[in-house]
């Protein structure tokens, strides 16, 4: 079993940056990818960025140049930096980690709030 702690939401302006972090609680290995993705009230979750056990990013056009997914393997966590934020990037972000059907854990959420 695995733990993902997520946090570093919180209430920032329109334009400033948050980090959010999602820490495991144990070394993880077969790691396929991990993700973030964002939930907007009344709406679907939604992938946000991806980062592959090789090391591939990829993102949502609607963060690619804004947002930056990074994995610090010795401390087993996950980063997203999030810079230029928009109202419309407000929402509760969870962070999965995927190794196959049987290692799919998320984290609990972490609510990101942008003021205009």
């Known amino acids: 079993q695995v733990q993902l702690v997520e946090s570093g939401g919180g209430l920032v302006q329109a334009g400033n940056s948050l980090r959010l972090s999602c820490a495991a609680s144990r070394n993880i290995f077969n790691i396929i990818f991990i993700r973030w993705y964002c939930q907007a009230p009344g709406k679907q979750r939604e992938l946000v960025a991806t980062?592959?056990?090789?090391?591939?990013?990829g993102y949502a056009d609607s963060v690619k140049g804004r947002f930056t997914i990074s994995r610090d393997n010795a401390k087993n966590t996950v980063y997203l930096q999030m810079n230029s934020l928009k109202p419309e990037d407000t929402a509760v972000y969870y962070c999965r980690y995927f190794g196959g059907a049987s290692f799919d854990y998320w984290g609990q959420g972490t609510q990101v709030t942008v003021s205009s």
């Open positions: 980062i592959t056990s090789a090391g591939i990013t």
